[in-house]
Each structure stands twice: as C-alpha cells, then as structure tokens.
C-alpha cells in the first residue's frame, strides 16, 4: 500500500514538473519566409521546451489533421504545392513516464505560384557608350532573395532565344538592380531571382531590349525609304547587312508583342518585305550572335510624315527635316517642333541644323497648310532624332598628343643612353689601368630606361629601347695586348608591339 501511494505521488510530482511549470511546445519553420512558392521545400521544427528533444515522439498537424508523424523533432517537406497552405501546429509526447503531451503554438503558411519577375530597363533607348540600369523586382515582394542577370541570344533554329548569364555575376546579386556600362548596341536581357540552398529559382522575366540606333559593322539594318516615318499605303525594304550568313528582321510593338518578319510579312533572303502592310514598331535584325541597330518606325494614316534620318546623326554635322504630303503636293506655311515647342525657322519649308549638338537631341514633328489660306492644316507625328558622338574625332585628337609624347620621350632616351655609354666607356678605361692585377672574371652588365633607384631592373617590355654592355677587363688578355682593355661591345635592342610592325 505504501509503494503504490509512493508511485502515485512521484507520478504526481512528475506530471506538475512536465505540465505545471514547463511551457508548452515551440514551432518553428525554416526558412521563416512569407509567401513561399510552389517548388520550394520547408523545415518544420518542433522544441518540447525541455532541452532534450530525443526524449519525446512528434507529430505534425495542418489545418487540425495529422499529415506525419516523426521520431524527430524535425520534419523536412517536399517540394511545396499550394494545397500546402494553412496553419500548422506540431505536438509532442513524452515517452517516459508521466507521457505527458504538450501542444505548439500555431503557424500559418501561404503557398503561392512561382513568380515571374518585372524587368525593367533605363533607358530603354541609349547612345552608344551609355549607361543603362536594369530592376528586377519580384510580387508578391518576399525576403531571401538573390538577383541573376541574362543576355539573351536568338536560335534561329528554334526560333527562341536563350540565355547566357552576364560574366562576374554567377551567385547573382543582392541589389535588385544592376548596371551596364559602356552599352554599345542594341541586346535584350532578362533577370529571374534565387534563394535557398539549393537555389531556388523564380521564371525568367520577359525578355526587354535595350535599343541603339547606332550601326554595328558586325550587323545592321537599313530602311528604304529611308526615314523613320512612312504613310500607310507605303511598302518598306528593310535588309540586313553583317558578318553573319543568316539573319531574321524582327518586330515589337508598344506593347512589347514581338514577331519576326516571316510571321507576318516575306522575307526573302537577308531582306524582309512588308507589301503595303506595315506596322508602327522597334525593328531590328538578329543573327545567331548578333544584334543589329534598332529603327522606331511610325506607320501614320494622316496626311503628312515627318521626314528624318533613320540613323543617328553624328555630332557636328548636319541635318534637314522636312514635311511631306501623302499627295505629293506643296505644303504651305511649314513649321517644326522639338518637344512640342516651335521652333523658329525662317526658311519655313525645311528645318536645316547646321552643326548637331547633343542638346538637339528631341521629338520632333512638322505641321503645315494643304492651302496657302490655311484653311485645312496638318500635323505629322512626332519621331526621336538621335545625336552620336564622333568616335573618329575623339580617336584622331588623341593620335597628335600620343606623337607629341613619343618624340619627346626618343630624343631624351637618346640623350640618356649616351651619356650611358661614355660614361662606362671612360669608367672601364680607368678601372682597366688601375687594377692590373685583379683576377676577377669578366662581367656582363645591362642597362635599360627601366632601371630603379635601388638597383633593380624593371623587366623588358614591348616598345622600350634597351642597351647592352659587356666589359672584359681582366688581367690575362685572351686576345690583344695586355696594355690596352678590349674594347666594350654594345647593342641597342628594340621590342615592337605587332602594332609598330
């Protein structure tokens, strides 16, 4: 009797230690990320509170059933669907005496589709040289993740593009945007986002396109007639000219809806032909490797086109704008604007711009009379001239500056070498009397422009002008008299770049 009423006490005692004063069990999840997105895998982590989880059994409710039942305090899932949201509780149960069980808190967990980034690109059109910031943002926004940048290639086999991930950037970046430098020609990107370990990886965003009107030699694009603007009942020619041997004309429209050339209209060879079916819209010419300039194009139903050049015009130079007729008849009381504002123009029917500058850059459009009275006046639309800076002239300022220095720097290298080879030659004359009877070997010395203060010699480089000295000054002669040195052998060696031919 008193061992049973002892039992009874002690199951007592155990029961207040485990219930009365212990908290109840804690749930976790891990990653700790809201939402999470189908494809993803969780760890549900349950702590009894006590410090020692390998004395209790587990399981794992959902929304109050029991989806598992554990050894372990932990359970890993498997890729996540969205039939896995809902609010999760573990509980555990001691498995000695008393088998006490202690419930967890509750946790909710949203399980949404996988996400497909927003890409965007500023600017969308840029000159060559220029800078262009790409965001990659992600809805519904969630924590963790890691940006990847892409350049896109078009496989006219496939007719598809894929993507090559942008060099230096292979574990992606923190910052949600990134910055190219130095934007050349026209090239589409996209950008997706990752977290996790393994990476867990979002779709790809929508392909963007950085467009440049400025001629890549390696691929180009040129439009007959050759203007930005045409009437709807024009035909356009538009080839493409570059190292490649197959090529695709392609075409996007405002809403970023891209077609090539074949879907819609002929192409033949490296030239598309558009009948008198032509469409508003960026196009451009795409190789296996490369992409050519891009061309914005106005398809306009009214009565009068803004005449501009399709390319870029090169700073410095000139250029004219003019007003046409879809009648081919005079347009009267002609005016220009830039940015929707006049421009003063006394010649009226044309706009020259003598010498381009980078501020003439703008949206430009014309307006005009199909009478002299004005009674019935006309507006164009309104297209983008674009200003280049003169590679050429930045080059050729440079080459005078370059010549300058280079002369200067022969003349003193002349003088130094020299006065180099006197001085060694009157010093081994007196090193050669003085010390007659020195049994010390011959010695070879070399001197050069690279020479450091200490003693050291900078290594040989191309385009630097090197002199070599050998000194024979000891006391048995191999050849020659014993009274008179042998005379100092010198070379002068010059290495040349491929470019000093």
């Avoid at 020195?438 to 010699?457: E, F, K, L, V």
Wanted: hydrophobic letters at 30%; glycine letters at 8%; aromatic letters at 10%.
């Amino acid at each position: 009797m008193g061992q049973t009423l002892f039992g009874v006490l002690g199951l007592w005692l155990l029961n207040i230690l485990y219930c009365g004063h212990a908290q109840d069990a804690l749930l976790h999840i891990e990653p700790n990320w809201s939402p999470l997105f189908t494809g993803e895998t969780v760890a549900f982590i349950c702590d009894p509170g006590d410090g020692n989880d390998t004395d209790w059994s587990y399981l794992f409710r959902r929304n109050g059933y029991t989806f598992t039942t554990e050894r372990h305090n932990r359970y890993t899932s498997p890729s996540l669907s969205k039939g896995d949201s809902g609010e999760y509780q573990c509980v555990a149960h001691h498995k000695f005496p008393p088998y006490v069980t202690r419930e967890s808190n509750k946790v909710s967990l949203t399980v949404s589709d996988v996400p497909r980034p927003v890409l965007t690109v500023s600017p969308s059109w840029t000159s060559p040289g220029g800078s262009v910031t790409l965001t990659c943002s992600v809805e519904p926004p969630s924590a963790g993740w890691r940006f990847f940048w892409y350049q896109a290639a078009h496989k006219l086999s496939l007719d598809s593009y894929t993507y090559e991930l942008l060099p230096g950037i292979t574990t992606g970046t923190e910052q949600d945007s990134y910055i190219l430098h130095g934007q050349t020609h026209t090239a589409g990107y996209a950008c997706r986002a990752g977290r996790g370990d393994p990476v867990f990886y979002t779709s790809y965003s929508r392909l963007m396109f950085v467009w440049s009107g400025g001629v890549n030699p390696a691929a180009s694009l040129t439009v007959s007639p050759h203007r930005l603007q045409h009437f709807s009942t024009e035909s356009l020619t538009l080839s493409c000219e570059g190292t490649s041997t197959e090529w695709r004309v392609m075409w996007m429209d405002e809403d970023g809806i891209t077609l090539s050339c074949s879907d819609r209209w002929k192409m033949t060879g490296s030239t598309c032909n558009t009948d008198t079916a032509a469409m508003s819209g960026v196009y451009w010419c795409e190789s296996e490797t490369q992409f050519s300039n891009a061309v914005n194009i106005t398809i306009h139903s009214g009565d009068v086109i803004l005449v501009s050049p399709v390319r870029p015009v090169t700073e410095g130079h000139s250029v004219t704008l003019g007003c046409k007729l879809r009648t081919e008849n005079l347009l009267y009381n002609v005016d220009f604007y830039k940015n929707d504002k006049l421009i003063p123009n006394p010649s009226r029917g044309e706009l020259l711009i003598s010498a381009v500058k980078e501020s003439d850059e703008g949206f430009y459009k014309c307006s005009g009379s199909k009478s002299p009275q004005g009674l019935e006046n006309v507006t164009s639309a309104a297209s983008w001239l674009s200003v280049k800076y003169p590679e050429e002239t930045a080059s050729s300022s440079v080459f005078p500056v370059l010549l300058v220095v280079g002369l200067i720097s022969g003349v003193l290298l002349t003088l130094v070498l020299l006065f180099l080879r006197r001085y060694r030659k009157s010093k081994g004359s007196r090193v050669s009397r003085s010390q007659r009877t020195n049994q010390s070997p011959a010695t070879d010395h070399m001197i050069n422009q690279g020479d450091t203060q200490d003693g050291h010699y900078a290594p040989l480089q191309p385009g630097d002008s090197c002199l070599y000295e050998m000194i024979e000054g000891s006391e048995e002669p191999k050849h020659g008299t014993d009274d008179e040195p042998d005379e100092n052998i010198y070379a002068n060696v010059t290495m040349e770049t491929a470019a000093d031919g």
